[in-house]
């Protein structure tokens, strides 16, 4: 299994590399690509010493899989050249996710549409990714009409530059080289990736164009706003949903504590909840502050913590990976 991670430099593509590594991935030959200011640089994988190559240099090697985390416009340029030589892609930007000839994949809940004849497979954003692993099985039981979300997101999820310029906030440096329009130390700013003319950001219309999509169902009425929290790790979301049948408090807690990738953390007289402190470094997508929302019929409200740069992004593709080998779709 020849393996190439495009974008292997940055901060996604670094977690997927220790990811594929942790989970044992069967790689029997590992491609590290970057753009050609990293080429010729060493990076190391599992105990030894491999050089960065370029796209170019990859597409000729025809790997069986490459995982991209290198940005949309890399991806909407190479991904078909892969494609073309073979090879399956996976990749982690939103330039395929509403392709309608792409598949828009959470292992958990629909990987089985995918074929071998899937030769680009889009993972969905790091906030909805989280969100519908615990929605899908509320939505199966209760069937959802409606959801109010609020996203209060790691600077992590806008990459390198960002913790760059938090850490030189955070001490006190001048002429801070800036990835976002305020300061983001000591600051929540609503703002998240670019805004559209109808008053939403990009990221907020992610929330409701993947979700519709990955659950199946365009009927879902979904609003979001997204937000920028300086914490260097874990998005959290404050949900509120509607759903179409009336449900039983402690059969939604049994139902998420069922679910693959779903840990409930929900003790709130003993101050046990999700933080993105404790998502830190695990794959897990954790859901607490279960309660019904007494101000609508048949509504709940929860709250939903994870890791974006492992579930979020980097352990969602690499699952993608491990079905299409389980599966003999590559």
Same mark, same amino acid.
């Given at each position: 299994m020849r393996v190439a991670v495009v974008g292997a430099t940055g901060l996604v593509g670094t977690v997927m590399c220790q990811l594929l590594a942790e989970r044992n991935f069967p790689i029997t030959e590992f491609y590290p690509v970057a753009s050609a200011r990293s080429a010729g640089k060493k990076l190391t994988? $599992?105990?030894?010493e491999?050089?960065?190559?370029?796209?170019e240099d990859a597409v000729k090697i025809k790997p069986d899989i490459a995982i991209f985390s290198a940005?949309?416009? &890399?991806?909407?340029e190479w991904a078909p050249k892969y494609a073309e030589a073979g090879t399956t892609v996976i990749d982690n930007s939103s330039a395929w996710r509403m392709d309608k000839?792409?598949? #828009?994949?959470?292992?958990?809940?629909n990987a089985n549409v995918l074929t071998k004849e899937d030769k680009i497979i889009a993972n969905p954003n790091c906030s909805t990714i989280q969100m519908v692993l615990a929605l899908a099985p509320l939505h199966e039981a209760y069937g959802i009409q409606r959801l109010v979300i609020s996203t209060y997101q790691s600077i992590t999820g806008t990459g390198v530059k960002a913790v760059r310029q938090y850490e030189q906030e955070a001490a006190g440096e001048e002429n801070v080289e800036r990835a976002y329009p305020h300061p983001i130390y000591g600051n929540a700013i609503p703002h998240c990736d670019v805004f559209y003319d109808n008053g939403y950001?990009?990221?907020? #219309? $992610?929330l409701v164009n993947e979700t519709q999509k990955i659950l199946n169902d365009d009927s879902l009425r979904i609003t979001a706003t997204a937000v920028r929290i300086p914490t260097t790790g874990g998005h959290s979301e404050s949900i509120?949903?509607?759903?179409a049948k009336d449900f039983e408090e402690g059969q939604v807690r049994q139902l998420l504590s069922d679910t693959p990738g779903v840990v409930v953390m929900d003790d709130v007289k003993n101050n046990v909840y999700p933080m993105p402190l404790l998502s830190h470094?695990? +794959? +897990?997508?954790f859901v607490g502050? &279960?309660?019904r929302d007494h101000s609508a019929d048949n509504s709940l409200n929860m709250w939903v913590v994870s890791d974006n740069l492992r579930k979020g992004a980097a352990t969602n593709a690499i699952q993608i990976a491990e079905y299409l080998l389980k599966n003999d779709l590559v």
């Open positions: 994988f $599992k105990g030894k491999y050089t960065i190559i370029t796209n940005g949309g416009s &890399i991806s909407l000839t792409k598949r #828009l994949v959470v292992p958990e809940i950001t990009k990221e907020e #219309l $992610k509120n949903v509607t759903f470094g695990k +794959d +897990d997508v502050r &279960i309660r």
